[in-house]
Each structure stands twice: as C-alpha cells, then as structure tokens.
C-alpha cells in the first residue's frame, strides 16, 4: 500500500526528492498510476492552493511544491491509460497582447496545472487571433487571460470580443485576473470569472463547472 | 515663521505634529502625461523629467514629489534589457544572471552607467527648478526587486536551493541601492525611498532571512547621511509590514491593499512615520474628482494626524486625469470642507435600531463603494454569497459612505475600518474579508440568539 500521506506532504512541502522517491516506489509496488495522481499528488497540490490563498503559503512555496509536483508527474505520466484520470479541461493560458509580464500568469498556470487541468502555456503578449487558434486546434475548453498594466488591461475585452465574432464564445470559459482587473471589470468584459490570485483561479473554475 | 511643505514633509517624517498631512504624489511616467510626451521620451530625458517635476509640484501643490519613478534604471545599467512602451515605465525582458552573466562579474553602478547620467541631471534641474521648498524623492530599486531583475523568477526556487547564493546577489544589490541613494542625495534629493514591491510576493521568514540584513544597511546608510529613508511596497504585504518596519527606515508607505489603521498601529508599535494609499485604477485612474477627494478624505481619517503622508498607493499612471490630482490637493490643503466622511463634524443624528427587538439579523455593510473600492467589493461579494441560505432571516445593506447620515450611522455602531461588517449594531469584522465559514458561523449565532434558528 503508497503511502498517500507522506506523497501529499512531500509535494506539499515542495520536496522533489522525496516525492519522486515515493512516486517510483508506489508504481515498483504495484500501486495503480491513477490513485497515484488522485489520492496522493493532487490532494497535496490543492492543499498548497489552500495555503497560498490563506496567506500561509507565498509564491516560492507554491513554485516548489509545483515543481514536485510536475516531478512525480513524471513519472506517472508514461504508465497512465487513456480514461485513468478525468480531464478537467485544457486551459489556453496567456498574458493579454501589449503585456510582457509572465510571473502572474506562469503561477496561475502551475495551480491549474497542479489541480489537474492541462495547460497549453501561449506565453505573454498574446494576441487574440492565437487564442482564437488554440481553441480550433487544440481541443481547449477555458480561456485564461492575464494582464498587469491598466493599458493593457483592453486588450482582455478584446479578445473576448474577437471570440465572440470567430463563433468561439460558447465553446469556451474565459478567466481573467492581474493587478488592476476586478469584477466590475469582469462583468464590463463579459468574462465567468475572475480571480484575484493564483490559488482562487483553480477555486473559481471549479465553481463554475459544479 | 511660515514653514515650508518641504518642512512639513520632514516634521512628519520624523512623527512631529504638523498643522495639515503633508502629500507626495508619486509622480513617475504621468509626469510625461502632464507635458504631452510619451513614457518613452520622457523618462529619457533630464529636461523633459525635471520640466514634469516642476509642472506636478505646481500643478498637484505636492509637499514632496519623486524625481523619477522607475525600477528599472539600475536593472538596466547593470545589464537588463528592456522594452519600453508608450503609457508605463519600461518593464525588463531579459536577466543576465539567467543568461550566463556570474554576480562576480557585475559592477556597481557609477554616475556614468545607463540613465543615471540622465536621472543624475534631472535631479539637479529639477531642484533649480522648485527651489528648497519641496522635497524631491529620489527611489531606489530595493534589493530584492534589483534582484529579481538580475536572476529572473529562477529566485524564488534558488531561495531553497542555494539560500547562500543568493545572500551573496542581495549583499550586492545592497551596495547597488547605497551607491545609487548616495549619488541621488549628491545630486539634490532630500529624502530615499526604497521601492520594494516584490517583497510582497515572499513569507516573513524569506523576508528576514534574505532582505532585513541589506534593507538595514541600506537605512543604517542614510541616517548617517542624515537623510531620511523611506521604504516602498505594492501589494498585500500585510504580513511583512512589521518586518519591513524592523530594518530601520523613517517611514513605510503601503498601497490600498493594506488597510491603513491597521498599518498605523504597526507604525506606532515600531516608531516609524507612514504612508498611502490612494487606490489607484479604481479611483485615481477611472475616478471622478468626487470619488479622489472621498478617497483622499478616507486616507487622511483613516491615517491620522500624526506621522502621515498622503500618498497613491503607488506609482500614478500615466494617464489619470489631472483634476483628480488636484481634486485631491484640494482636500489636502483644506478647501473643499463639502466632502464627508468619517471624523467630519456633521449635525446629522441618527437612532440605531432596537436590534434585540427585530424580527430578523441585520447585516450592514460600511463600504466607501463596492463597485470602486476592491476589499469594499469582496466583502460585499462574501455577504451576497451566504445570505440566500437564511432567506428572510436575514436582511443585509451595504452603506456607502457618501452621506453625512451613513457617517452618523457609522461613528453610533462604531466602526473604524472600511470596509466593516457589522450585525446587528455590532462590529463583526473589521476590514478584512472573513472566509465564508466564519461569516456564517457569526450570522447563524445572532440568529441562534434570537431563537430563529
């Protein structure tokens, strides 16, 4: 039997070592890769979504458990069958176009990643038409906007806007968050959620999927 | 004798009485705003920097004004690539620490290296231009910050992986900051801030272990310049503020996620002066000069008589209307007696309800106005996410404080935080937010209470 426990606290202490070292013996055991992920990693995981949005847990935690986290994935990914674990969405993830800030959008990326979505990162000054292109080509269901700058904050309309006219809206849940976004700016903009941290962003898409 | 704003500025500084809150607007890029040129040409130019320091003294009638506010002028003289945009300060695209560069390879700055030349005669311009009577500010990147530029986000893991290392980057950056604060003062700066925003991002412990040893240096430094030294932080650095305190700067200036009678009491606690927080995006930038001259009052009740700035919560962007600057002058400076709020001495009397005797729970929320005060929005958003369960046994308002009877209503239930929930007549929580549990604990209590549950 994998000790869950201990695999949970090593990813939530951030210790790669040690997560990895409990990963391989859980899958040279016999332990099922799926349990692995569900019962031993992801819970740890979403504790650390837990501190971070308590204030208990600040950015270089979070980048460290992420990184054992991301580790024992490892791991585990070449030994998962199709269906073992239910997707929660693929998320297109991106600072706005004119915003070259990525440490905002790069952690929101790894609490998602960390919660069990997949990410497909576009990286920062990301115009519409590539968000637009993500969700044709690569099966992408939520749509993460991040701007820093109150001018660039526009360019989050923008690209909901421009999903609206490819036919593309429906398809897709748009999540926004940065300094100067709020959710009066949310409604303004039409987008489901807002997030004012990394750790509420996994929070509020779960809300919105329950 | 009269005394000068410069004056004023100081006395407070140095938590002395002063016959009004002396007011720093920081005055970076929007400078460049203010004389029609682009972020770009302005902060490129002593000429055009020391033209808008001298045009937003004025014009803003500021006590104290940066000279310039940008974190990315040591980055850059020490290697960091930028790119550079019409409306903001330029923002750092590449770190050299990242790329290859060793620490050992590095050299402080001199007058001589990137824009310091440029920040250098600015200064001096800009003191000729606005005589002794106003303080210029001269900012430093702090440490951490300047570090974070010189390695990249790779930081926060090497914090863990290799703590000495970057001990031995951040014993850098704090000569960087000295040498710079230094040149600054030769120049004609009267008072340093050190502007450290990410520190935001890091625990208390991270902060002691990395950043109290420089940021102490750096402080130690200018009171032996005899120059007062002020620290900087955006952002929720609700748990470092006393840490930041601790490393011996005259004052700490917050923005407006820190509630401010909360940050006076660290000061006090600590014997330093501070400052803040006009919001700036809801307020400054999209505001109308009513909602800047209620922000301001807000600010000026809620920080006190003594050892208090008046400041943005950070730097001002580019593009806030002008008005709403000296719409905020205008309360500093006491001319606009018709704004309300709390401490204004108002008639208006008002009778709380026999809250014992209602036939529900009355919720009440004090807001300056949820749709433009972000923590006034959040915990109006907690209260409308609890209360369907309880249906009518609970009835809830949110109070803006914009009338003279809300003040009334506010001083009777005795709240001195915005924004406050109180539940029935009785201050519940007080400026942070409550998690949802604890909020519906406290309502189902009161509702026990009066048996309605």
């Known amino acids: ?210 | 004798m009269a005394v000068s704003p410069r004056e004023l500025l100081h006395a407070a500084l140095h938590r002395q009485p002063t016959a009004r809150t002396p007011w720093v607007p920081y005055v970076g890029c929007h400078g460049g705003r203010l004389i029609g040129r682009s972020a770009e040409e302005y902060l490129r130019s002593a000429e055009l920097i020391a033209y808008g320091v001298a045009t937003a003294a004025q014009r803003y009638r500021a006590d104290g004004v940066p000279v310039v506010f940008d974190l990315q002028i040591e980055a850059e003289a020490l290697g960091c690539e930028l790119a550079w945009s019409e409306e903001n300060p330029p923002a750092v695209i590449s770190h050299p620490l990242a790329r290859g560069t060793q620490l050992a390879d590095l050299a402080v700055p001199t007058a001589e290296s990137g824009r310091l030349p440029i920040v250098l005669d600015a200064i001096r311009q800009a003191r000729r231009q606005v005589g002794d009577e106003v303080s210029l500010f001269g900012l430093i990147t702090g440490p951490f910050t300047l570090a974070l530029h010189l390695l990249g986000p790779d930081i926060f893991m090497q914090m863990f992986d290799q703590p000495e290392q970057i001990q031995a980057l951040m014993q850098f950056t704090q000569e960087v900051g000295r040498a710079v604060a230094a040149l600054y003062i030769e120049a004609g700066c009267d008072v340093i801030a050190v502007v450290d925003p990410m520190t935001s991002q890091i625990s208390p412990g991270h902060f002691e272990e990395f950043v109290t040893a420089p940021a102490r240096a750096i402080f130690a430094d200018l009171r032996q310049r005899g120059v007062p030294g002020c620290f900087f932080v955006c952002g929720d650095a609700q748990r470092n503020l006393g840490k930041m305190a601790e490393c011996g700067p005259e004052a700490v200036f917050v923005d407006e996620q820190i509630d401010l009678v909360a940050m006076g009491e660290i000061a006090r606690q600590h014997n330093v002066a501070f400052g803040g927080n006009i919001p700036l995006t809801t307020v400054m930038l999209f505001g109308s000069q009513d909602d800047n001259r209620r922000a301001a009052r807000a600010c000026l009740d809620q920080g006190g008589a003594t050892g208090f700035i008046l400041a943005p919560g950070c730097d001002i962007p580019y593009a806030v209307p002008p008005e709403n600057l000296a719409a905020i002058a205008e309360v500093v400076h006491g001319e606009h007696s018709g704004v309300v709020a709390a401490g204004a001495s108002t008639a208006v009397e008002v009778e709380l309800p026999d809250y014992a005797t209602l036939g529900h729970v009355q919720v009440d929320i004090f807001t300056l106005d949820s749709a433009a005060c972000a923590p006034c929005q959040y915990m109006v958003a907690a209260v409308e996410k609890i209360l369907p369960e309880f249906a009518d046994k609970v009835q809830w308002n949110e109070l803006k404080l914009k009338s003279p009877e809300t003040v009334a209503l506010m001083g009777a239930v005795g709240v001195t935080s915005i924004p406050s929930i109180a539940i029935d007549g009785e201050v519940a929580f007080s400026s942070l937010i409550p998690e949802l549990r604890v909020l519906r604990d406290a309502v189902r209590d009161k509702l026990s209470a009066k048996s309605l549950i």
Not at chain 1, 5 to 26: F, S, Y
Not at chain 1, 48 to 75: C, W
Not at chain 1, 178 to 200: H, L, N, Q
């Open chain 1, 1 to 210: 039997m994998a000790d869950f426990a201990a695999m949970q606290e090593a990813v939530i202490k951030g210790n790669l070592g040690e997560a990895t070292r409990l990963t391989q013996e859980a899958l040279d055991g016999g332990t099922a890769p799926a349990a692995i992920v569900n019962e031993g990693l992801i819970p740890g995981m979403l504790v650390v979504g837990e501190r971070f949005k308590n204030n208990e847990y600040y950015v270089p935690e979070v980048l460290i458990a992420a990184r054992a986290m991301k580790g024992a994935m490892a791991l585990v990914q070449p030994h998962l069958k199709e269906g073992d674990i239910e997707p929660l969405g693929t998320v297109a993830i991106g600072t706005v176009q004119g915003d070259l800030h990525d440490i905002g959008k790069n952690l929101v990326a790894m609490m998602l990643e960390g919660a069990g979505y997949k990410i497909v990162d576009l990286g920062v000054d990301v115009s519409p038409e590539k968000f637009i292109d993500a969700v044709q080509s690569q099966g992408v269901t939520v749509i993460a906007l991040s701007a820093l700058l109150t001018t660039t904050m526009p360019s989050i309309g923008k690209t909901i806007e421009a999903l609206n006219a490819a036919g593309l809206r429906e398809k897709v849940t748009v999540i926004i968050g940065g300094a100067p976004v709020t959710e009066a700016y949310r409604k303004e903009v039409g987008a489901d959620a807002y997030a004012p941290d990394a750790g509420s962003a996994v929070e509020a898409l779960k809300g919105l999927a329950a």
